[in-house]
């Protein structure tokens, strides 16, 4: 059987999407009927089928051969671009979920690939034994329910999907099959609407406002044959698109305003974010989306066709039009090396083409995938940045690329690879995704604080599927638990969002207030919070002091049902307010700090949460072990460096260690060393080399000090 582990890398037949057919088809002519059978029997079939999302049933593939017969050895490939059947197929369950079967009307024994990647977007037929000859039929069936299964669920999809069929002889030439693809779409459900309102968060008394209104479904599909009428404070609204802007609404009275809408003939009402509205706002709240993804993908093939849902200027109006985002960085996640700078250069036509002070502010990016280090979300500030570099080069190279750049944030988040500190410890971290697609991730601030970095935190969607700016839905795939469940668990396809607190919308304002820190990061909720400790406001470096002057607020979207204040490791205070508004004042002396940062957070009735990045307290002293490190000769030890070396090539991960720099000798009586500086894994070590023994003996201390480790060892642990 065929080692399925590159099995996303498949062919590349998306020239056929450009009118440029390939060179050459497989001799062999296979006939393909797709379908989907919901559960109630309804059958959706014909090329460009559009079956509604979260439907449950069966998909069925049937494979006629109307030529030539394919013998033992053989194989037919069954590859999807732009979508899935499934998170993960399996053929070891039969009362599970996505369980897969085979039926074959001829002689031949087929065997279907072992390995069922639905993200992988292959499945592999194989001729065991006999021949697939002419007017056999292979019919496959994935999530099967004839035998107790409990069938599949459509996904949503990146627009269209494209199914094709590949097929090979025995030890021959792999080759698409003429007359595909076979095309299909998974729509919106008409089921269940949700009515969204979007405001500003903060709005000055007559400045001319806008007020976003969209309708989707369970899944988060913008209901685009939505056909009924909304009904705003009294208005009543068409929105025959499913979504809608009313430009240049004023707010006369100072305040703190909820609109209420319903769908006509509907009893739900719906409400929008809270709106504070003053006579002299001063800086405001901006909200984006600073991970996301559009066209240009070269493993997953979830967003391979550029077209009118995915494309990067789809992506920014979707930001700007169905989001209301203020600003967001929507870019390709596994940049594929043929059509790199192609992809490159229509991401900086779109943001060009959607720069609007004032309105938007969109900013170029793409995904690092250093592996094993983890994954890294590349932000650029000016919009002519040139075509990055292999998304896969190794953490350090990334760093020793960006790191450094004022005008480059590389944002951590925690989707397929989460950072691996102990692996690689980069010179600063300046963004934190602690509210993601994947989950929220107070954990992942945590660790970064812990390890002495003072980043930033933001709320990302992680999109793949669905709308920029959507509402926070669950989609069948994307958690955190893939090692340790059967099937992974669902994630949230769209939702978390990024809050700037800016003196204007522009590209500037938003940049400078991002590397200030002023964010806050929410699940996707628009909800108002504010944290002050002794006058400086979340993200802002404060004085050490014996008593912390603290003002809390928050005014969130449905009754909070926690506000807790967070210093170190420690939760120093817990309020429950029972409402959706929150304000207090409180003193806490800094014997109850439990660390140099002090950050709030908030959970909401209805599951939202909300993280603001930490106010930082600058220490009066040095720390107690700073600088204190040898002044020696160090051309003393410099001739002993090649030993070393050699032996950390023989014994050790010679990779690991870094920046290997000689200090000195050390007499310590007994017998002498050399002493070393270097980085270990990212981090700051010092070693001692034991020359004067036989076999020469190591010692490796955390930190540069000669009294041990400048921070807490804990923050480098491996």
Same mark, same amino acid.
């Given at each position: 059987?065929?080692? =399925?582990?590159?099995?996303?890398?498949?062919?590349?037949?998306?020239?056929? %999407?450009?009118?440029?057919?390939?060179?050459?088809?497989?001799?062999?002519?296979? !006939?393909?009927?797709?379908?989907?059978?919901?559960?109630?029997?309804?059958?959706?079939?014909?090329?460009? %089928?559009?079956?509604?999302?979260?439907?449950?049933?069966?998909?069925?593939?049937?494979?006629? @051969?109307?030529?030539?017969?394919?013998?033992?050895?053989?194989?037919?490939?069954?590859?999807?671009?732009?979508?899935?059947?499934?998170?993960?197929?399996?053929?070891?369950?039969?009362?599970?979920?996505?369980?897969?079967?085979?039926?074959?009307?001829?002689?031949?024994?087929?065997?279907?690939?072992?390995?069922?990647?639905? +993200?992988?977007?292959?499945?592999?037929?194989?001729?065991?034994?006999?021949?697939?000859?002419?007017?056999?039929?292979?019919?496959?069936?994935? $999530?099967?329910?004839?035998?107790?299964?409990?069938?599949?669920?459509?996904?949503?999809?990146?627009?269209?999907?494209?199914?094709?069929?590949?097929?090979?002889?025995?030890?021959?030439?792999?080759?698409?099959?003429?007359?595909?693809?076979?095309?299909?779409?998974?729509?919106?459900?008409?089921?269940?609407?949700?009515?969204?309102?979007?405001?500003?968060?903060?709005?000055?008394?007559?400045?001319?406002?806008?007020?976003?209104?969209? &309708? %989707?479904?369970?899944?988060? @599909?913008?209901?685009?044959? +939505?056909?009924?009428?909304?009904?705003?404070?009294?208005?009543?609204? #068409?929105?025959?698109?499913?979504?809608?802007?009313?430009?240049?609404?004023?707010?006369?009275?100072?305040?703190?305003?909820?609109?209420?809408?319903?769908?006509?003939?509907?009893?739900?009402?719906?409400?929008?974010?809270?709106?504070?509205?003053?006579?002299?706002?001063?800086?405001?709240?901006?909200?984006?989306?600073?991970?996301?993804?559009?066209?240009?993908?070269?493993?997953?093939?979830?967003?391979? &066709?550029?077209?009118?849902?995915?494309?990067? *200027?789809?992506?920014?109006?979707?930001?700007?039009?169905?989001?209301?985002?203020? +600003?967001?960085?929507?870019?390709?996640?596994?940049?594929?090396?043929?059509?790199?700078?192609?992809?490159?250069?229509?991401?900086?036509?779109?943001?060009?083409?959607?720069?609007?002070?004032?309105?938007?502010?969109?900013?170029?990016?793409?995904?690092?995938?250093?592996?094993?280090?983890?994954?890294?979300? &590349?932000?650029?500030?000016?919009? @002519?940045?040139?075509?990055?570099?292999?998304?896969?080069?190794?953490?350090?190279?990334?760093?020793?690329?960006?790191?450094?750049?004022?005008?480059?944030?590389?944002?951590? !988040?925690?989707?397929?690879?989460?950072?691996?500190?102990?692996?690689?410890?980069?010179?600063?971290?300046?963004?934190?995704?602690?509210?993601?697609?994947?989950?929220?991730?107070?954990?992942?601030?945590?660790?970064?604080?812990?390890?002495?970095?003072?980043?930033?935190?933001?709320?990302?969607?992680?999109?793949?599927?669905?709308? /920029?700016?959507?509402?926070?839905?669950?989609?069948?795939?994307?958690?955190?638990?893939?090692?340790? *469940?059967?099937?992974?668990?669902?994630?949230?396809?769209?939702?978390?969002?990024?809050?700037?607190?800016?003196?204007?919308?522009?590209?500037?304002?938003?940049?400078?207030? *991002?590397?200030?820190? !002023?964010?806050?990061?929410?699940?996707?909720?628009?909800?108002?919070?504010?944290?002050?400790? @002794? $006058?400086?406001?979340?993200?802002?470096?404060?004085?050490?002091?014996?008593?912390?002057?603290?003002?809390?607020?928050?005014?969130?979207?449905?009754?909070?049902?926690?506000?807790?204040?967070?210093?170190?490791?420690?939760?120093?205070?817990?309020?429950?307010?029972?409402?959706?508004?929150?304000?207090?004042?409180?003193?806490?002396?800094?014997?109850?700090?439990?660390?140099?940062?002090?950050?709030?957070?908030?959970?909401?009735?209805?599951?939202? +949460?909300?993280?603001?990045?930490?106010?930082?307290?600058?220490?009066?002293?040095?720390?107690?072990?700073? $600088?204190?490190?040898?002044?020696?000769?160090?051309? #003393?030890?410099?001739?002993?460096?090649?030993?070393?070396?050699?032996?950390?090539?023989?014994?050790?991960?010679?990779?690991?260690?870094?920046?290997?720099?000689?200090?000195?000798?050390?007499?310590?009586?007994?017998?002498?060393?050399?002493?070393?500086?270097?980085? =270990?894994?990212?981090?700051?070590?010092?070693?001692?080399?034991?020359?004067?023994?036989?076999?020469?003996?190591?010692? /490796?201390?955390?930190? !540069?000090?000669?009294?041990?480790?400048?921070?807490?060892?804990?923050?480098?642990?491996?």
């Amino acid at each position: 059987m065929e080692n =399925f582990s590159k099995m996303d890398m498949l062919p590349d037949y998306m020239d056929r %999407f450009t009118g440029t057919k390939p060179d050459r088809y497989s001799d062999i002519k296979l !006939h393909c009927e797709l379908s989907f059978i919901d559960s109630c029997g309804k059958a959706y079939s014909g090329d460009g %089928f559009r079956v509604p999302a979260a439907s449950r049933g069966t998909w069925t593939i049937k494979i006629l @051969n109307e030529g030539k017969g394919i013998k033992k050895g053989g194989r037919v490939s069954i590859l999807l671009y732009n979508g899935s059947f499934v998170h993960e197929m399996q053929q070891t369950n039969h009362r599970g979920k996505d369980y897969v079967s085979v039926e074959n009307t001829g002689s031949a024994e087929i065997r279907l690939s072992e390995k069922l990647p639905g +993200f992988s977007k292959v499945c592999r037929l194989y001729i065991m034994k006999g021949v697939f000859k002419k007017g056999d039929e292979i019919t496959l069936r994935i $999530g099967d329910t004839t035998k107790g299964g409990a069938g599949s669920e459509t996904y949503w999809t990146a627009g269209k999907s494209y199914l094709f069929l590949e097929a090979g002889l025995s030890g021959g030439e792999v080759l698409p099959v003429e007359g595909m693809p076979f095309e299909f779409e998974v729509v919106a459900r008409e089921d269940k609407a949700f009515l969204r309102i979007l405001g500003p968060t903060i709005a000055g008394t007559g400045d001319p406002q806008r007020i976003h209104l969209g &309708v %989707f479904d369970r899944c988060g @599909n913008l209901m685009d044959n +939505f056909g009924k009428t909304v009904i705003l404070e009294g208005k009543e609204l #068409e929105m025959p698109g499913g979504n809608g802007i009313l430009d240049g609404v004023t707010f006369s009275k100072e305040g703190t305003y909820r609109l209420k809408a319903a769908i006509k003939g509907e009893k739900a009402e719906y409400f929008s974010n809270p709106i504070t509205v003053v006579k002299e706002p001063g800086d405001l709240i901006y909200w984006g989306d600073l991970h996301a993804h559009g066209w240009g993908d070269s493993t997953m093939h979830l967003m391979h &066709v550029n077209n009118d849902k995915i494309s990067p *200027l789809a992506r920014h109006a979707q930001a700007m039009n169905i989001g209301r985002l203020d +600003f967001s960085a929507p870019g390709p996640m596994s940049f594929p090396e043929k059509d790199k700078t192609e992809i490159w250069d229509e991401y900086k036509a779109a943001c060009r083409e959607t720069d609007i002070p004032g309105k938007y502010v969109p900013f170029l990016a793409y995904e690092a995938h250093p592996v094993p280090e983890g994954d890294r979300n &590349v932000i650029f500030r000016n919009l @002519n940045e040139g075509v990055p570099p292999d998304y896969r080069i190794p953490m350090a190279e990334l760093e020793g690329k960006y790191g450094a750049r004022d005008d480059v944030f590389l944002q951590v !988040h925690i989707g397929g690879r989460i950072p691996r500190w102990g692996e690689y410890m980069p010179a600063r971290e300046r963004l934190v995704e602690a509210a993601s697609g994947f989950g929220n991730a107070e954990w992942l601030l945590q660790e970064a604080l812990d390890r002495g970095f003072r980043p930033a935190v933001c709320g990302c969607s992680d999109l793949h599927y669905g709308l /920029m700016g959507g509402p926070r839905t669950i989609e069948e795939s994307r958690g955190r638990f893939g090692k340790y *469940l059967n099937k992974r668990d669902c994630g949230y396809g769209t939702g978390p969002v990024t809050a700037v607190r800016a003196a204007s919308l522009d590209r500037d304002a938003i940049w400078d207030a *991002l590397e200030k820190r !002023h964010t806050y990061a929410t699940s996707g909720h628009r909800a108002y919070m504010d944290l002050v400790v @002794n $006058g400086c406001s979340y993200g802002d470096e404060t004085d050490e002091a014996g008593i912390y002057d603290i003002s809390m607020e928050y005014k969130g979207t449905d009754p909070i049902y926690s506000v807790s204040l967070v210093s170190g490791k420690y939760i120093m205070r817990t309020f429950m307010p029972e409402s959706d508004k929150f304000k207090v004042r409180i003193m806490v002396p800094a014997a109850e700090t439990g660390g140099d940062f002090i950050y709030m957070k908030v959970l909401q009735r209805d599951g939202g +949460f909300a993280i603001c990045s930490p106010v930082y307290i600058k220490r009066k002293q040095a720390a107690w072990n700073a $600088g204190e490190v040898f002044s020696m000769n160090a051309s #003393e030890a410099a001739v002993h460096e090649k030993p070393l070396v050699r032996y950390l090539s023989q014994e050790e991960d010679i990779s690991r260690f870094t920046d290997i720099r000689p200090i000195g000798i050390i007499d310590e009586k007994i017998t002498r060393c050399a002493l070393f500086h270097a980085r =270990f894994g990212g981090r700051d070590v010092s070693i001692r080399w034991y020359y004067e023994y036989e076999i020469p003996r190591l010692r /490796m201390d955390w930190g !540069h000090s000669g009294t041990g480790p400048v921070n807490d060892e804990i923050k480098y642990r491996i």
